[in-house]
């Protein structure tokens, strides 16, 4: 009888890792002669478990996906980065129709994704369909957007105290954020 | 949901599903119902079972079995001194257009 050598693990390829996005990005604008950009970044995160069975709960969804807006140049599938299309101040809209929403002013990954199908980077679709399936108890009735201001004291003194006060009013048990 | 790993865990989130995809596919792979519904049905149990703040499941869907395009985002091989200058005027004209806007609103 006799031993078979021993296989080597089919290992993948060293740079399929997740993207470092931080580190790609902030080697990026130094090479551009931009100081680096300070990532948001703290030692506790929030934890409440859900107190209602989710088959039962009212679930809200926030994005920053922009409304299309018909002033404000090229939105579309594509499109370079568009900060006229930029928003400033959060927004809602009800959940019961079908937005048309884009992220044109986002730095997305515009080598690889087209932004064509919305379903990509905003889920109300497949969430009214988990509602349909009895997986979900309801939605809120209005979604949320959320500015991506670089401001950190923007962010959090006004955009983030807002988008809350509109999630409570909406009575909602859990929140999807699904950002770009 | 998200894209950016390395950018949200450093933020510090409650739960957290991780696609491994192009930036733009938070919500699942483009004219694929099941990618999407898959993507969304992780995140409801993320909300059903996380046992403590920064829980992250990463979608065990593949963007594609070649990871190539993992190389290409803000590729500094691909800056020669003209496209720097280039980028660098792109990046203060929108900068402009954005601070105006801002102001405007």
Known sequence: MTTLPATPAAFADEHDVPIRYMQRTRDYY?????????WAHFADAPFTPLRTPLSRARVGLV?????FQPDAGDQGPGAPYNAAAKFYAVYSQPTDGAPDLRISHVGYDRAHTSARDINTYFPLARMKEAVAAGRIGSLAPRFHG???NRSHRTTLQVDVPELLR???EDAVD??????? | MGCAKDIVEHCGVPRF???DFPLGNSAGRPFDVESQAQTLELALRLLESAPAARTTVQSPQRWSEDASWKRDYLDLATLTPETIAERRREFDDAKAVARRRREAT
């Open chain 1, 30 to 38: 130094l090479a551009l002669g931009y100081a680096p950009y300070r």
């Open chain 1, 63 to 67: 994005t920053t996906a922009a409304p």
């Open chain 1, 146 to 148: 959320t500015p991506t």
């Open chain 1, 166 to 168: 509109r999630c409570r």
């Open chain 1, 174 to 180: 859990a929140v999807v954020l699904v950002p770009t």
């Open chain 2, 17 to 19: 599903v991780f696609s």
